[in-house]
RNA sequence: GUGAGUGUAGCUCAGUUGGCAGAGCAUCGGAUUGUGGCUCCGGCGGUCGAGGGUUCAAAUCCCUUCACUCACCCCA
C-alpha cells in the first residue's frame, strides 16, 4: 500500500476514537456547568498571529508550525494552528468584546498541528479541548479554573497529580529571568549544552531540564522574586484552592513554554503515559489581549490534550464499554421482517442493538453475538414470529427464556442491569 | 533536529554455522435439522519493509534507503 498516512498523524478506530469522544463529552458538560460559551475558530490563521501571541522564540514558532504562503495576490502566510489560544484571543478581539463585553468565559475544542518527532502522547496533529476567561484577573478565577480541572479528572478516574506556580508578571518577571541567566552564566562550566542555548532563547526552561536536575535545584526561583500584588494573588489562589478541597503541589520549578504567560501557571500529569505525562497545562497571561492589539484585559485559560487523556483513561482500564445489550438472530426472510421492528423497538427503549446478518447459520451468529459481548441474543424464527415471542439468551450465563416481543426490551434491561 | 530499538502471514512472534517460509492466535469451512464459548479435522493467508551487493544458494552477511516505536528536545 503507497498511500499511507503520513507521519505523525493517525486514524483512530473504535475503542481509540471512543476513548477521544469520551473525555470531549465529559469536558463539554463540564464547562458548560461552568456557564461557558463555545467558540469555533480557524484551523488556519496568519502565521504572524502565532509569532506575535505564542513568541518568535519558542519551538513551536521556530520549527514546528505546518505554515506556507497562500496563493492570493498578497502571498499571505499562513499556518496551521499550533495551538488554540492565540486563535481565541483573536477572534475575542475582533469581534470587539474586549471592549463591549469583556468579562467572557470561552471553550474550544479541536484538532491542532505541530510537527515534531512523534512519540507516545505526541502526534503531528492532536486535540485539544481548551478554556479562555476574559476580564476576571482574580484570584478566584484562577481557583475556580483549577477546581474545574480536578472535577473533569476525578469524572475520568485517571490517576493525577496537580502542579501549580507563579512565574510573576511584566512588573517582577524580568528580574528573576536576569536572575536566572546570571546563575547560569555563573554556571556555564556544568550545564548541559542544550542548557547553553536555553539561557538565551528560553531561560526560565532551565528550571526543568532533566539532566541538570540536582545543579538546578539551587537556581533562582520565582516564587522569590515575586512583587507583593504576584503574592498576595498567589497566596489566595491556594487559599481557595484549599477551600476547594483541591489536592495540588507548589513545584517552584514548573514553568510555561510559551512567552504569554504570568503570575498563575498550572500542569496535571496523569499516569501511565511514558515521557509525555502532561495532559492538561495552562496559567493566567493578563499581558496578552493588549499585546495583541485589544483593550488591557486580563486573560486565563487551559487546555486538556485529550489524545493523552485518552490514553490515560485507557491506561487506567475506564474506556467506556461498546459491546451491545442485545444482538438480533433471524432466521429465514419472513423473521427478518419480523426481526427489523424488534430491533427498531427495542432501540427506541434506549438499547443497543446489532441485527446480525440473516444470511449465515445459527450457529455461526451465536459465536458472533457472544463475539462482540453482546449480554443477550435475540432470536427470532418463523416459529417465534407465528406466536408473537422471542427467544432471549443470556449468553454469560447460557440461559434462554420466551418472552413476548412487548416484553422484549424489559426482559434485555433486566438481563444487563443484574 | 539528536539517539536507541524494531521491521518475517490480518495480529503476536520463532527461524541455529547462509541450504525447501514456520508456530500460536484470528479468519473461513466441516464434525447432519434452530443454539456460542471447550475439543477435533481441514482451508485461506507471504515481494521475509524497499533497493542494491557478495554467493552455486540470502529472511540470515555487506551497503543504501524507508517506516514504526521509545527516549532526548519540545509541549497539551
Not at 469555533?40 to 496568519?46: A, K, Q
Not at 486563535?87 to 463591549?100: H, P, Q, S
Request: net charge neutral; charged share 30%; proline share 4%.
Amino acid at each position: 500500500m503507497e498511500l499511507t498516512r503520513l507521519r505523525g498523524f493517525r486514524d483512530l478506530i473504535g475503542a481509540d476514537a471512543r476513548a477521544m469522544s469520551l473525555v470531549e463529552e465529559r469536558a463539554r458538560a463540564l464547562v458548560e456547568r461552568y456557564s461557558m460559551k463555545e467558540v469555533r475558530i480557524p484551523v488556519l490563521e496568519r502565521t504572524q498571529l502565532y509569532q506575535r501571541s505564542t513568541g518568535e522564540t519558542s519551538d513551536i514558532v521556530e520549527k514546528q508550525m505546518y505554515t506556507f504562503t497562500d496563493r492570493d495576490e498578497g502571498e499571505t502566510v499562513v499556518a496551521l494552528r499550533p495551538e488554540g489560544t492565540p486563535g481565541v484571543v483573536r477572534a475575542y478581539i475582533e469581534a470587539g468584546l474586549d471592549r463591549t463585553e469583556p468579562e467572557q468565559r470561552l471553550f474550544y475544542s479541536g484538532a491542532m498541528f505541530r510537527r515534531e518527532r512523534p512519540q507516545k502522547g505526541r502526534y503531528r496533529q492532536f486535540f485539544q479541548f481548551g478554556v479562555e476567561i476574559f476580564g476576571r484577573p482574580d484570584a478566584a478565577c484562577d481557583a475556580e479554573i483549577l477546581i474545574m480541572i480536578d472535577e473533569l479528572c476525578r469524572d475520568l478516574k485517571v490517576p493525577f497529580a496537580m502542579e501549580i506556580n507563579s512565574i510573576g508578571d511584566q512588573k517582577c518577571r524580568p528580574a528573576f529571568r536576569e536572575a536566572l541567566v546570571q546563575w547560569g552564566r555563573a554556571h556555564w562550566e556544568e550545564l548541559c549544552d542544550d542548557c547553553h542555548n536555553r539561557i538565551d532563547r528560553n531561560p526560565l526552561r532551565l528550571l526543568d531540564c532533566k539532566i541538570d536536575a540536582k545543579l538546578t535545584e539551587s537556581a533562582p526561583k520565582s516564587l522569590d522574586y515575586l512583587c507583593d500584588e504576584c503574592r498576595t494573588h498567589f497566596d489566595t489562589v491556594k487559599e481557595l484552592l484549599s477551600a476547594g478541597k483541591v489536592q495540588f503541589v507548589v513545584n517552584p520549578r514548573m514553568v510555561r513554554g510559551l512567552d504569554y504567560y504570568t503570575r498563575t501557571a498550572f500542569e496535571v500529569m496523569a499516569g501511565g503515559l511514558g515521557a509525555q505525562s502532561t495532559v492538561v497545562a495552562g496559567g493566567r497571561y493578563d499581558g496578552l489581549v493588549e499585546t495583541m492589539g485589544g483593550a488591557a484585559v486580563a486573560g486565563i485559560g487551559f487546555a486538556i490534550g485529550v489524545d493523552r487523556m485518552a490514553l490515560a483513561i485507557q491506561a487506567a482500564g475506564m474506556a467506556p464499554s461498546t459491546a451491545p445489550d442485545a444482538a438480533i438472530i433471524a432466521m429465514g426472510p419472513a423473521a427478518t421482517r419480523h426481526a427489523i421492528v424488534v430491533a427498531r423497538n427495542l432501540r427506541e427503549a434506549n438499547l443497543n442493538v446489532e441485527m446480525l446478518s440473516p444470511e449465515r447459520k445459527m450457529k455461526t451468529l451465536l459465536a458472533r453475538a457472544a463475539k462482540i459481548g453482546a449480554r443477550v441474543a435475540v432470536i427470532i424464527g418463523d416459529d417465534e414470529v407465528a406466536r408473537g415471542v422471542v427467544q432471549i439468551r443470556d449468553l454469560k450465563q447460557s440461559t434462554q427464556r420466551e418472552v413476548a416481543v412487548a416484553e422484549a426490551a424489559r426482559a434485555i434491561a433486566d438481563a444487563r442491569g443484574e
